[in-house]
């Protein structure tokens, strides 16, 4: 009967890991056929906010695109006819393309320069021909130097770069395009000329690119530092292998659920991976630590005994870590933006196929391939436990220190949280010396920038703008604005009129401001519709003149930038509504910065809902208020001392930082649970509470270090990351993994003590 029992679990067993290799198979044929990298950074923002729609209708209006910006270097000056017919070629070749509409790219070669002439206004382009001859090439420099809509804008003050910007919407970049693109552009480069490309698409396709590759190399590093760290705790070949399957196959599924759900992998998803399987490796520790224990107390159990055993003991405390870890990860479905969003959702998939994993499939290989057990003393004191009877001994003794060392920390803390900022900018998640943000760096330094703020102007009434008080407080807003550091260009009907009204009085710098009646900016501008393309006023005002269209230009993608502009163009909108106009923004800087605010409304949102969920579930679990609140404070302590961290460092928040305070309750609580649940057991047996400490730090202490030494060391490994804010995170949640540790061994133990926490007497 025994044989025949034996017989039937290995069959079992056989089932179980067939069945688990199948599944992802399946999942890897769904992840080869479906899965993409999503690259549209408006991807990333709920299309249902009110901003967001607003700023969509913006962008329908006054056809705002985002555009990739080609820069030619020519640092002998561009007034050659080398550089300009190649301004001149890559204009036409970018206007052939499928991907743009002709009067979205725009450079030397096509900008309209007004002139007046003896039959009233003439717009044309500064050439058609390249000059030929320097006193063509001459008369062309001067035309710029004296046209300041150009000037500064497609030519820089110092003459020695042209720009070509060239307008595509969004769902029509891809990977392929985006390497086509700089091939093309690239392909124009000589000794005299350099060739540099910027702007938000190229952003994206760099994104799309390094975020699969940085995927690729993480995780067999992951997996190489997991298994050296594994291999030396648990010192067992066939635990270490079984243990990293477990994982390996818990992040094959979270991504196959993804492939499945079509949901695409963001930037952010790339981190999955790593923390699938640094938090997954500790349920397998847990396993064999319990198993190696049982087999030491019970000699006489077979494999199939103590590996049931061991899970009937632990599947308890096992279950209770997974969902806590799990609440702090399904908190981040509070934030609206998808990608912290779907990070939340699925990467809590994954810890849960690791517990399942870890109860079923572990035990199903001790089953067939065995389990040699340490060959321990169980009655000898270790080091590792000499250390942890001391710590408990002398922690009781001076409980004061500990509480006084604790508030000092949290004090700092609060300090430092005061000071933590946003960042929404794309660009900070690549390293300082990239090509993309050196590049980015050059073209910011030579022209207004290369992100944009779109600031609308509505009113009721028909011909708002064509009044000459409007027309000049947005050109006394632009200006203001101007003035910032980081902002640099900024354009509008404004400019158009004042253009106008110089070039219509003999190009009288005096005469360079709007003009003094209604009746003559209605003069100028049907005088430019005449003579020039009527299309390109519609980038700025619509016709029944009631909707106009700032663009400001900025040389920087971040919310301090972005905020710094908004505060002066706030200052005059008491003003506008005097005038009976609202103001309204939109364009792809506006959008970043709502998308911080949303990051931050659903970081607050998540860390509140994460720490009320985990109290309340731990009260259930141990049925005492107590319980819950004392097994809470180490995580507290730890997400307040995290973001405290990053104020005092000056480390923004962002897309990826903001999942600091999930991650750290969603690991942290575990410690607390496992402690909790071995001392509870043991002040039963021991009836005295030192007793039971003691006897907890002894058994279940030495397995949350290693814990959090296999955890610490997988996230340490995102140090490695090609994307700063990945390293940034790892680098924080190793300390959040260690100061969890410290908080659950020191003042969490001591308030158990102090407390008397499930003592009945």
């Given amino acids: 009967m025994k044989t025949n029992r034996i017989s039937q679990s290995k069959r079992a067993s056989i089932v179980i890991i067939s069945i688990t290799m199948l599944i992802s198979a399946y999942f890897i044929y769904a992840m080869s056929k479906n899965s993409r990298m999503e690259t549209d950074l408006d991807e990333y923002m709920p299309a249902e906010h009110p901003a967001f729609i607003f700023s969509d209708q913006a962008e329908e209006w006054f056809n705002i695109k985002d555009g990739i910006l080609i ?92 720009l070509i910007v060239a307008g595509m919407n969004d769902s029509t970049f891809n990977e392929e395009f985006y390497s086509r693109i700089l091939d093309f552009a690239k392909s124009f480069e000589d000794s005299d000329n350099k060739i540099y490309v910027a702007g938000r698409p190229v952003v994206e396709g760099s994104m799309a690119l390094l975020g699969p590759a940085d995927m690729k190399r993480m995780v067999p590093l992951v997996l190489i530092v997991i298994a050296l760290v594994l291999y030396l705790l648990l010192k067992s070949k066939r635990a270490t292998v079984a243990t990293l399957a477990t994982v390996f196959i818990s992040t094959i599924w979270a991504f ?126 270790g080091g590792l436990d000499r250390l942890l009877s001391k710590i408990t001994d002398k922690l009781i003794l001076k409980s004061s220190l500990v509480y006084v060392f604790s508030a000092v920390v949290v004090l700092i803390s609060i300090y430092g949280l005061q000071k933590v900022w946003i960042n929404s900018s794309f660009l900070d998640k690549f390293e300082t010396d990239s090509d993309i943000v050196l590049t980015d760096a050059f073209i910011n330094s030579k022209f207004g920038g290369t992100s944009t703020l779109n600031v609308i102007l509505e009113s009721k009434d028909s011909d708002t703008f064509k009044k000459p008080q409007n027309l000049a407080l947005i050109d006394e807003m632009q200006s203001e604005t101007e003035k910032l550091a980081r902002v640099g260009n900024s354009f509008s009907l404004a400019d158009y009129l004042k253009r106008m009204n110089k070039v219509m009085n003999s190009d009288d710098m005096n005469y360079f401001s709007i003009p003094e009646s209604s009746d003559m900016v209605a003069q100028y501008l049907l005088l430019y519709e005449m003579s020039g393309d009527p299309e390109n006023l519609t980038k700025v005002v619509n016709y029944d003149y009631n909707l106009t269209n700032i663009t400001f230009q900025l040389k920087g993608d971040d919310s301090r930038t972005i905020n710094e502009a908004l505060t002066v163009i706030e200052g005059f909108k008491d003003r506008f509504k005097e005038n009976g106009i609202t103001v309204k923004y939109a364009g792809s800087g506006y959008k970043a910065l709502v998308f911080t605010d949303l990051i931050l409304e659903g970081q607050i949102l998540s860390l509140i809902m994460s720490l009320i969920l985990v109290i309340m579930l731990l009260s259930i679990m141990f049925r005492s208020l107590k319980a819950g609140i004392i097994g809470s404070v180490p995580i507290l302590i730890t997400a307040v001392l995290s973001f405290g961290i990053m104020g005092i460092f000056n480390i923004p928040l962002s897309t990826t930082t903001a999942l600091l305070s999930s991650i750290a309750i969603g690991i942290g609580i ?49 140090l490695f990351s090609v994307f700063p804010p990945n390293r940034t995170l790892g680098a924080l949640v190793s300390l959040n993994m260690f100061t969890s540790l410290i908080g659950t061994l020191t003042i969490m133990m001591v308030l158990v003590h102090a407390f008397r926490l499930f003592s009945k007497k």
Avoid: C
Avoid at 71 to 77: D, L, Q
Avoid at 336 to 345: A, C, L, N, R, T
Avoid at 694 to 704: L, V
């Fill in 256 to 381: 196959g659920l993804m492939a499945v759900s079509g949901v695409p992998i963001y930037s952010v998803s790339t981190m999955m991976p790593v923390m699938l399987i640094a938090i997954g490796v500790a349920y397998g520790i847990y396993f064999y630590n319990h198993l190696n224990r049982v087999l030491l107390d019970n000699p006489d159990l077979n494999k199939d005994e103590a590996s049931v055993l061991a899970i009937k003991k632990l599947w308890k405390p096992l279950a209770m870590a997974a969902f806590t870890t799990i609440i702090g990860f399904i908190s981040l479905l509070t934030s609206q933006v998808y990608p912290i969003k779907y990070f939340g959702v699925f990467t809590a998939a994954g810890i849960f196929i690791s517990f399942l994993l870890a109860v079923v499939f572990l035990p199903a290989t001790v089953r067939l391939f065995g389990y040699r057990k340490r060959q321990l003393n169980k009655n000898s004191k």
């Fill in 670 to 718: 575990d410690y607390a649970i496992h402690f909790l649940e071995h001392y509870r057991e043991n002040l039963k047996t021991d009836g005295a509470i030192k007793p039971a400490l003691m006897k907890t730090m002894h058994q279940t202490g030495r397995s949350i270090v290693y814990n959090a030494v296999v955890v610490i060391a997988g996230f340490l490994v995102l």
């Fill in 71 to 162: 820069a030619i270097e020519n640092r002998k000056g561009i007034y050659n006819t080398n550089t300009l017919e190649k301004i001149n070629e890559l204009t036409l070749q970018l206007q052939e393309m499928a991907e743009f509409e002709d009067n979205d790219v725009v450079s030397l070669s096509t900008a309209d320069n007004i002139t007046g002439s003896d039959d009233g206004m003439d717009v044309r382009s500064f050439y058609k021909e390249v000059p030929d001859s320097k006193t063509e090439t001459a008369l062309l420099q001067q035309q710029v130097k004296s046209n300041d809509m150009v000037y500064g804008r497609f030519v820089s003050y110092d003459e020695t770069v042209g």
